[in-house]
């Protein structure tokens, strides 16, 4: 969407933003005021894409001076430190944390946030040798809680594991301690490294304060290598990260498409063509014409290099694609416990991954010339997201029970390197029985789900889509009062458009 | 019974719980079966006492393609009732075609079996969940007149078969001090199982009007815990 002077004035003059939400939304602005179709050539087609919604940029913006999602390495600093911020190797534990919060003010991002702040266990444990859990652990409390009042959107991602470590405890710890959204976190979970007694620990905390997920690590290196889970639930490389996303609005192209077959067979293919045009063309201009990999300091010093770098192409909105086709079809039944309806899911999926496999691009190499597919969640306030649910989940209050619901989500993981999850709550006894909670994860995992997350109902902080909100700071933005965290206006909207709060509980 | 046979033996059904974390260790799928040879007062299933009526009946076969979608999720099943040892014959070829799926079975009882007759069944069972309702013979709490549970008990824990003992404590028509004293003295060398002892619930029992005033104290409850945890017994669980 380009922007105008109105969106200025009304950004610079809102009641219910804070300062910073102001700056960073003027930013975005200024990146939307030129025409893509200039800027970036856009082809008019492609343009009618946005414009009609079955494509998404995020609003994301065209005068693009930076990489979508940057994943630093972090074992540069504890290596070398960092020239630019004048910071030696840490000698300990204090040193590193302090250099850590240096590091992140100065990592870029849309949300001005970074979205990765590192495999935090592995990276304080080395530091913990000779100190008691008694000193460690107030300022691992109070580095983490720094985090939440500072860097202050829920897309920041902190990862653990896969090995139990005494660091790992004392994370978890405060995490519940704290019942803080940000960071969001993930256990990179593996049967077969990960200790039996970390993992019930990891199980038990997100029952309470609804982090970490669970990611199938195992699964994750076999399709990306080395990686780390970041902003949402996005599998990307380490050093580098991916230049952007775009995503196909599938509930919104369904509604376009006279048939399935008319969907799958000629309006994908089209739009596809427009995404990777418009993808190819926005990297282009990131790497040739931003200056980004020629000036910033993360670059020259080793903690990102662009070869690296891989990039997005997303889809939301499988389960209202399908309920449409199914009515087309003239079928009465839903996205979710329909057989008809998970053949129809599997054929888009199925065309979205041919189109992908076909288009191989430049800057790339990281992911072998191709773009990796991401089920895109992070719902956003307009209009078209009500016809579009998270990724391919199952519609709220359309859920089977819960072995059905995720043999039936198991089905797409395959397609999504990038990454996709689903979340499952639980009712307030599992709090009590993390270890029948492990064996779901560990079911999930053998079906083919790669993450999977959960909380217990009646927790005021709850995964949204994939993201933490607190259910009190919602109520507060929906009285237009300012709040604290920019993902509470995502939630909000999630809220409003698909109930999430009222998601089918595990009895 | 030759297996194929086995598979299209019927067992009367009450209902399937694909998910269930109370019956055992782990996350683990619930059968219920009907038909039960005793008739407590505190029943929470009454529905599922009466062995003519048959809500459902399904073949083994049946059942096991039933929860097969359910069986990723779970490290076994626990066959609930009414009294699953009344179906031995039936249950004996449900767990050995599990057991080839690498899921364990368990049985919740009430532990008046007759161990001979059963014999097969508990060969086949890799856990029990026993409860022990009473030890007096006086048919006040269970309707009928029935002995030899903690003699079953205690054959049990030998096999190693036993993963937790219950008993539902209540102030009147059992003497609940001495149920745990005498179990105690059993399962203080089986230091790894559980004994829950269990506040009686009046809410949706059978015979509510007898029991609403024969529900123990916290106090009551928090002294038999104690007795059990005094007598050496290990896992000590009160739910209140």
Known sequence: MLSNKQELFETATSSSLTYQQKIAGLANAAIRLQDPRELLNYSEKDWEFIQNGMICDLNEGYLLHTPRYIVPDYEVLV????????????????????????????????????????????????????????????????????????????????????KATRAGYLILRAVVELENPVPNMTFNYDEEISDEKFALACVDSCLRVSKPSFSNVKEYTKVVGKHAIVSCYNSLPIGGGAYGLLRYRLGTIAIASKDTDDMINNLLPELGKSINHMMDERIDFVVQKSNF??????????????????????????????????????????????????????????????????????????????????????????????????????????????????????????????????????????????????????????????????????????????????????????????????????????????????????? | MCSKEGLQSKLPLHKVLPFANVDGIGNRTSIFVQGCDIRCLYCHNPETQDVKFKEREVSIEDLIKEIEPYTPYVRGITVSGGEPTLYHKQLEVLFDELHKQNLTCY?????????????????????????????????????????????NLKYLLKLGKVEEVRHVALTSFVDSENVVRQISEILKDYPEVLFRIIKVHTRGCMHEDLIKDKVPSNRFMGNLGKIASDIGVKLVRVQL
């Open chain 2, 107 to 151: 049985v919740d009882s009430n532990g008046y079996f007759d161990r001979e007759r059963i014999a097969s069944l508990i060969e086949v069972t890799d856990k029990f969940l026993f409860d022990v309702k009473t030890l007096d013979s006086s048919g006040d709490l269970i309707g009928v007149k029935k002995t030899g549970n903690l003699e």
């Open chain 1, 79 to 162: 290596e070398k430190g960092c020239d630019f911020l004048d910071i030696t190797p840490p000698k300990d534990l204090d040193e590193l944390l302090d250099d850590l919060l240096m590091m992140y003010a100065h990592i870029p991002s849309v949300t001005t946030f970074p979205v990765y702040i590192g495999n935090l266990d592995t990276l304080f444990e080395p530091f913990l040798d000779g100190l008691t859990d008694e000193v460690v652990y107030p300022k691992i409390k109070r580095f983490l809680n720094h985090i939440d009042k500072v860097f202050t959107d829920a897309f920041v991602h902190a990862d653990i594991g896969p």
């Open chain 1, 293 to 507: 990999f020629e000036s910033n300091f993360l670059v020259k010093e080793g903690f990102l290099s662009r070869d690296k770098f891989t990039s997005m192409i997303a889809i939301v909105g499988l389960a209202d694609a399908v309920d449409n086709l199914l009515q087309k079809e003239g079928l009465n039944e839903t996205f979710g416990t329909s057989e008809r309806g998970d053949e129809i899911a599997l054929a888009i999926m199925d065309k979205v991954k041919e189109i992908n496999d076909a288009h191989e691009t430049k800057y790339m190499e990281r992911t072998n010339d191709h773009y990796l597919l991401h089920a895109q969640v992070g719902a956003q306030i307009t209009p078209e997201d009500v016809d579009n649910t998270p990724a391919h989940r199952v519609k709220v209050g359309e859920e089977p029970i819960l072995p059905i619901h995720i043999n039936q989500a198991s089905k797409f993981y395959k397609y999504f390197d990038a990454g996709t999850g689903d979340l499952y709550p639980f009712d307030q006894t599992y709090i009590d029985h993390p270890d029948a909670v492990l064996d779901i994860i560990k079911g999930a995992f053998h079906q083919g789900t790669r993450y999977i997350t959960t909380y217990v109902e009646n927790s005021d902080l709850i995964r949204v889509t994939g993201y933490l909100v607190k259910k009190s700071e919602v109520e507060k933005a929906n009285n237009d009062k300012a709040v604290l965290r920019n993902t509470t206006w995502f939630g909000k909207g999630s809220e409003e458009y698909n109930s999430v709060f009222e998601r089918r509980i595990t009895k």
